[in-house]
């Protein structure tokens, strides 16, 4: 069967750029006398990639890839769109693990930014300041190659994502958040400077200080004001260990209650949180937490209840604090309410721990089930209505339905970490849910999947649940509007301001909406 799955993905493909071959034509001819001319690509293999992304359900065919070798090379490309009569669009591809096509460019250049990875000639675009704390970082790095460099200094990143295979720049282009959030706030939040070519062209460095308008804009932007090419992000003392803890609720009041106690409390550095449904394994890709014995205690109590909560916690600690730190677990554990002898620990290296994700993807892409369509629907609910999400969402739609098999993440962020002069859009509520519902389907049925995200969508609306969609996927105007709610004015003149010809990222379907 991988055989065969890994046969009609790439047959598909081949289908897909078959038909929509790309044309030079597209682009002014003036382009073959620009310095670049020789770094972009035409041919399938470029075109392919460029035109795919992780999500595997939308596929939008550029005209050239650009391989730079330099950041001029970049400067160049978008100066000479903005002297043409009809500019072309340009879209900074990170890693391409986009769910909709965010870093597609229908007929314009994509930027493939890991190219730039080769090509430093001192070191490997990640400088770490020891006496600063904090790294000097290339937009196209990958925060795995982020978290090996910082390590070698005894220092990390304090805020990371589930997942380390996607670039500094992918990320910070949204916001990039794990259970570490709460306390540090998102990626965005733990930047001091960027590097950016704007929409104009125009090499810029800002932060706080120096062009805010720019900082602000960029980050959490979405590809749209301009393409980061370097990010300063703050470090601290990196941790040896975690003890990692997961507990198990069958009550969403008591367990949501729960989350909400821990984030109040010191001393905890991560906290997440995930469902387990009756007709699914307990063990999913993304975590193969519990031992075949627990498992079997688990399916039992699933058949009693249907749904069942996982509340994930992590303390770190080194040499110094190994000594106390299973008293501290304890203590954290102390008034918590899940069910009396289900709650599992495991002891964990700090780089295995954040690279927890990576042993799924291994094994998902042994069996040809990583490149299939993923239509995931990642939400931010305000926790006054959590309970009513779960009542709506949960259990009425996705456990009576039976469709998805994904992991179903579920827990708490703080407003107070984020800031709002930012782009990116959380809902107004000092605590809210990050939901993420990370359905794989199949060539066959990722549409079945895409139908129960909207019913999601138009359960929040009928029932007045004033969610914000993360990772934002809409198809016209008025719903992009209505996403940034009273940020849209300023999102749109900051536009005007660093990319008045609305080049950069059309795969958001803002500006250049159809
Ligand atoms: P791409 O998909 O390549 O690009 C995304 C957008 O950013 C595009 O609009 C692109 O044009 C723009 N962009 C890319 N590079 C730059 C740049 N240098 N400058 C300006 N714009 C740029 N997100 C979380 O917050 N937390 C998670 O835990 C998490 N886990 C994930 C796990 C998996 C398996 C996957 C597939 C995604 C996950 N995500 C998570 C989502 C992820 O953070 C975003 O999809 C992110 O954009 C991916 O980074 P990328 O490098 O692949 O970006």
Redesign the pocket.
Known sequence: PAHFIVFFVVSRLMSIIGNLRPSKNSLPCEIDSLGVHAKLRYDLDAIGLAST??GNIVHEIPSAVLYPTSIDDIIELIKFSNECPLPFNV????????VRG??MAHDGVVVN?LSLKKHYKNGNGIRVSTSGNYADVG??QLWIDVLNATLEHGLAPLSW???LY??V???L??????GQTFLYGPQISNVLELDVITGKGDFMTCSKDQNSELFYAVLGG??LF???TRARIVLAKAPKRVKWVRMIYSDFSIFTRDQEHLISTKGLEYLEGSLLMDYTPANNWRSSFFSPSNESQIISLLKKHGILYCLDMVKYYDDETANSVDKDVQMLQEGLNFIPGFTFMRDETYVDFLNR?RCGEITLKSKGLWDVPNPWLNLLVPKSRILDFNAGVFVDIIHRQKKTTGPLLVFPLTKIVWDDKMSAVVPDEDIFYSVGLLHSGSFNDWQDLDNQNNEILEFCDRAGIKMKQY?PHYKSKEEWIKHFGPKWNTFQERKAQFDPRMIL?P??NIFNYV
Not at 91 to 98: E, P, Y
Request: no cysteine.
């Open positions: 992304d992780y879209a900074a591809r990170g890693h391409g693990h986009s965010q870093a930014m937009g196209e994502t589930d997942y996607l670039t720049g992918g990320t282009s949204n916001a990039g958040f794990s979405l590809g301009g393409i980061i994700v990772l990222s795969g958001q």
